[in-house]
C-alpha cells in the first residue's frame, strides 16, 4: 500500500524558513506529478506548487518567490522550502501525489503537517 507521509512542519516568527518534506512509501509504483496544497482554518484547500515528473513546476500566486518546490525520483521525495514566511501562510501542507498502482492510477494524500507563523 502507498503512503505519503510529509514532516518539516512546526512553529515559526514571520520572516522565517521552514522546509517541508514528503516521502512516498510502499512498492510497485511510478510517480508522476507530486505537489503541495494547504488549507488554513475556514478556507478552501489550495494548490501551493506542483512539480512535474519532468521538473515542470508551477506555484500559487502567493508564493512566488519566496517558496521552492523540488524533488527527487530516485528517493520518491518531494520538498517544499518555505522562506520569508508569512502569517497568512498558516495552515496544514498536504503533500499530494499523482501514481500509478497495479491497482490504476490515483492522486494520494498525505496526513498533512501543520505549518503555523506567528507576526
Known amino acids: 500500500q502507498v503512503q505519503l507521509v510529509e514532516s518539516g512542519g512546526g512553529l515559526v516568527q514571520a520572516g522565517g524558513s521552514l522546509r517541508l518534506s514528503c516521502a512516498a512509501s510502499?512498492?510497485?509504483?511510478?510517480?508522476?506529478?507530486m505537489g503541495w496544497y494547504r488549507q488554513a482554518p475556514g478556507k478552501q484547500r489550495e494548490l501551493v506548487a506542483r512539480?512535474?515528473?519532468?521538473?515542470?513546476?508551477n506555484y500559487a500566486d502567493s508564493v512566488k518567490g519566496r517558496f521552492t518546490i523540488s524533488r527527487d525520483n530516485s528517493k520518491k521525495m518531494v520538498y517544499l522550502q518555505m522562506n520569508s514566511l508569512k502569517p497568512e501562510d498558516t495552515a496544514v501542507y498536504y503533500c499530494?501525489?499523482?501514481?500509478?498502482?497495479?491497482?490504476?492510477?490515483?492522486?494520494?494524500r498525505g496526513q498533512g503537517t501543520q505549518v503555523t507563523v506567528n507576526s
Open positions: 512539480v512535474t515528473r519532468s521538473g515542470y513546476k
Open positions: 499530494n501525489a499523482d501514481l500509478q498502482t497495479i491497482g490504476g492510477r490515483n492522486v494520494y
Open positions: 510502499g512498492s510497485n509504483f511510478n510517480i508522476y506529478d
